[in-house]
């Protein structure tokens, strides 16, 4: 018999145990159990080195991104230390799927909610989920749905269909519209848009580049108006839509060397 490894992720732990325990009593399911997202890439990354990785992660959409312990006046001083909680934490359920959908692509997962919600149950499947599940659904479908996404199915409440392919149509209208704006741009014009996307301003551009600042400066003013917004964060949030990334920060071109970066 050929076991399931699962993986339940939730803040809550008493509904996470509980949970566990329940697919547990399955004979082909093995099953543990996380708090949070940095223990649940712990258990990912643990059991992916052990060679017995998970199959299917269960994550909790509002799942809570973890908080440094405050220790009361006059108490031990036994805080967690800064630097055990990972900068980048996940928001939420839908931010740990959509990283591991490039951490651990072999991982199926599938997102667990209070409530029904068209808008999240579409950005958890544009992140990489494979289904939404109702929170107080029957063991029986939830097994069915962890059995069903390994056999690469998507799944869905029936009365969420209409409104996630609602969701998803604007979405790709909006990306479309973003992407056409982008390629109007001129090759450098893209290039000074990822360096605005990775955060970068005029004089790390102009550096970056080699340009002069007030060239710089004419060149972002031009990517605002191609791309019809008024400000740099408007401009990142199109590019994001249009799929544009960020120049890689750490790469350092060679002194007096002209860098071509790559075009989406």
Same mark, same amino acid.
């Given at each position: 018999?050929?076991?399931?490894?699962?993986?339940?992720?939730?803040?809550?732990?008493?509904?996470?145990?509980?949970?566990?325990?329940?697919?547990?009593?399955?004979?082909?399911?093995?099953?543990?159990?996380?708090?949070?997202?940095?223990? #649940?890439?712990?258990?990912?990354? +643990?059991?992916?080195?052990?060679?017995?990785?998970?199959?299917?992660?269960?994550?909790? #959409?509002?799942?809570?991104?973890?908080?440094?312990?405050?220790?009361?006046?006059?108490?031990?001083?036994?805080?967690?230390?800064?630097?055990?909680?990972?900068?980048?934490?996940?928001?939420?359920?839908?931010?740990?799927?959509?990283?591991?959908?490039?951490?651990?692509?072999?991982?199926?997962?599938?997102?667990?909610?209070?409530?029904?919600?068209?808008?999240?149950?579409?950005?958890?499947?544009?992140?990489?989920?494979?289904?939404?599940?109702?929170?107080?659904?029957?063991?029986?479908?939830?097994?069915?749905?962890?059995?069903?996404?390994? +056999?690469?199915?998507?799944?869905?409440?029936?009365?969420?269909?209409?409104?996630?392919?609602?969701?998803?149509?604007?979405?790709?209208?909006?990306?479309?519209?973003?992407?056409?704006?982008?390629?109007?741009?001129?090759?450098?014009?893209?290039?000074?848009?990822?360096?605005?996307?990775?955060?970068?301003?005029?004089?790390?551009?102009?550096?970056?580049?080699?340009?002069?600042?007030?060239?710089?400066?004419?060149?972002?003013?031009?990517?605002?108006?191609?791309?019809?917004?008024?400000?740099?964060?408007?401009?990142?949030?199109?590019?994001?839509?249009?799929?544009?990334?960020?120049?890689?920060?750490?790469?350092?071109?060679?002194?007096?060397?002209?860098?071509?970066?790559?075009?989406?």
């Amino acid at each position: 018999m050929q076991r399931i490894r699962v993986l339940v992720v939730d803040d809550h732990r008493i509904f996470a145990e509980s949970l566990a325990a329940a697919l547990a009593a399955e004979q082909d399911v093995d099953v543990a159990a996380a708090g949070s997202a940095p223990a #649940a890439l712990r258990n990912l990354d +643990r059991a992916a080195t052990d060679g017995r990785r998970f199959d299917v992660l269960l994550a909790d #959409a509002d799942l809570a991104a973890p908080l440094l312990a405050v220790p009361a006046q006059g108490a031990a001083r036994d805080a967690v230390p800064r630097e055990a909680v990972p900068r980048a934490a996940p928001r939420d359920g839908i931010a740990l799927v959509s990283g591991l959908r490039t951490s651990h692509p072999y991982l199926r997962t599938v997102v667990l909610a209070d409530r029904d919600d068209p808008r999240r149950a579409a950005a958890a499947l544009q992140a990489g989920a494979s289904g939404w599940v109702a929170k107080d659904c029957s063991l029986s479908r939830l097994l069915a749905v962890i059995r069903g996404v390994l +056999r690469d199915e998507t799944h869905l409440p029936p009365a969420l269909l209409t409104g996630v392919l609602r969701e998803l149509t604007a979405a790709r209208k909006h990306r479309s519209e973003s992407e056409r704006l982008v390629e109007s741009l001129t090759p450098r014009e893209r290039e000074v848009l990822r360096c605005m996307v990775a955060g970068l301003g005029r004089k790390a551009v102009a550096e970056r580049l080699f340009l002069s600042p007030h060239t710089v400066r004419t060149h972002m003013q031009n990517v605002l108006g191609k791309l019809g917004v008024h400000s740099t964060l408007a401009a990142v949030a199109l590019a994001r839509r249009a799929g544009v990334g960020p120049v890689e920060l750490e790469t350092a071109a060679a002194p007096g060397s002209v860098t071509s970066l790559p075009v989406p």
